[in-house]
Nanobody
Framework: QVQLAESGGGLVQTGGSLKLSCAIS????????MAWFRQVPGKERNFVTA????????LYADSVKGRFTISRDNAKSTWYLQMNNLKPEDTAVYYC????????????????????WGQGTQVTVSS
């Protein structure tokens, strides 16, 4: 049974940094493509970044490009989202998601591409 567990959220001031973690269990780490999404109350869940193993493809939403970086520690079966120069509009619950499928690039941004989800971690950026 694949399980994802996020951690690392919190309260930070504008311009600050946070590093989120997503620990994966119940699966071979390199068999799962993964992504980060975020959601604010009353709105849809939005794409942040994704990684596809087959061709080491990384994608970023335009709103976070140059500020956020996805990385991993294979030995710990953990993905990370390093978030720098945070802005109030980055405030959201952040979710990691994964899939055994190999989505095409355009589909990597879609929540429907991922069948496994973590519980989310709150990130709040104060102005």
């Amino acid at each position: 049974q694949v399980q994802l567990a996020e951690s690392g959220g919190g309260l930070v001031q504008t311009g600050g940094s946070l590093k989120l973690s997503c620990a994966i269990s119940g699966a071979t780490f390199s068999s799962l493509n993964m992504a980060w999404f975020r959601q604010v109350p009353g709105k849809e869940r939005n794409f942040v970044t994704a990684f596809r193993w087959g061709d080491n493809k990384s994608l970023y939403a335009d709103s976070v490009k140059g500020r956020f970086t996805i990385s991993r520690d294979n030995a710990k079966s953990t993905w990370y989202l390093q978030m720098n120069n945070l802005k109030p509009e980055d405030t959201a619950v952040y979710y990691c998601a994964s899939t055994y499928r190999n989505p095409i690039v355009s589909y990597m941004r879609d929540t429907q591409a991922y069948e496994y989800w973590g519980q989310g971690t709150q990130v709040t950026v104060s102005s």
